[in-house]
């Protein structure tokens, strides 16, 4: 299914149920998260992206706790500092979605929704596609299918300049270059989409020792990630047009990648930053989406 939505207005304050702040105790270390809803509601699972947190999910958390849903986010493997470990190779996407499942465990969760966007989207989608008998739907927002994204990084110039920023962020001198100059580099990846309070939130993050060394190493371990295969439970997926780091060739691709029931939702003149500037829709869209598939 391909539809297409206009984003009329963007909502800036968070609505619905409160929103907790928890820690997660894990095999591996403590996470930092948030937590919106009744106990014992329908349990669903944020992933954040680069660079932000957990907080990027506040908006939608609130709206899916006021409407009986158990949501829960958390600050993933280098974002929560109890987690942080010193390796490029412990960044690899296997050691990701072990933490998604560790969680989960550490929740008392058998099954459950997933959500993700940007690099949260692409562990979500390994995570769907390795644990089917764990993650009960999949919604991926931003980042299409890995296979698909591949293609469209071999096969797309367009998708080559879009993706040029990663050869950046695998170097060397990234740190130095995004913290420079009162982290200016840094803030203009937001592109003043999400609340100016949260921005600085994330960029006070990251630049507490060693934040921004250990969220880059998701990219500097990409060499280590093994191909995704196809995910067979029912996936959500949401794109938009204005997205300058991720174009239409993996997004329209990705379709050929879910086995499953499959929902491709694109939002017109919204860019890549959904759960902020858009968070009315994507709040909608994933209430629509559960219920669709209970």
Not at 57 to 75: I, K, M, S
Not at 174 to 200: G, H, T
Request: charge should be negative.
């Amino acid at each position: 299914m391909v539809s297409t939505l206009t984003v009329v207005s963007v909502v800036g304050a968070m609505v619905g149920s409160v929103v907790d702040h928890i820690q997660v105790a894990t095999p591996t270390g403590t996470f930092d998260g948030l937590a919106a809803g009744p106990e014992d509601g329908r349990q669903v699972l944020f992933l954040h992206g680069f660079p932000e947190s957990a907080q990027q999910w506040e908006y939608q958390l609130g709206a899916l706790g006021a409407n009986g849903l158990r949501a829960v986010a958390f600050d993933q493997r280098g974002y929560s500092p109890g987690v942080r470990p010193p390796d490029v190779a412990d960044y690899k996407v296997d050691e990701l979605v072990a933490d998604v499942l560790a969680v989960a465990d550490a929740l008392g969760w058998t099954k459950f929704d997933l959500v993700g966007h940007d690099w949260g989207a692409a562990v979500a989608w390994h995570a769907a596609a390795q644990h089917a008998d764990r993650v009960r739907t999949l919604a991926a927002v931003s980042v299409p299918h890995p296979a698909a994204f591949a293609t469209a990084l071999r096969e797309d110039p367009e998708q080559q300049t879009m993706s040029r920023y990663m050869q950046t962020f695998q170097g060397k001198q990234a740190e130095k270059q995004l913290l420079a100059d009162n982290a200016k580099a840094l803030r203009q990846m937001y592109d003043r989409k999400p609340p100016p309070s949260r921005i600085e939130d994330y960029v006070q993050r990251f630049a507490e020792e060693g934040a921004l060394t250990a969220a880059l190493n998701w990219y500097r371990a990409m060499k280590f990630n093994p191909p995704c295969g196809p995910v067979a439970v029912p996936t959500l997926y949401v794109w938009s047009t204005e997205d300058t780091a991720l174009g239409s060739t993996g997004a329209f691709g990705t379709a050929k990648h879910v086995t499953g029931p499959y929902r491709f939702e694109m939002l017109e003149d919204v860019s890549h930053w959904v759960p902020e500037e858009a968070p009315e829709q994507l709040s909608a869209l994933l209430l629509e989406h559960f219920a669709e598939h209970p």
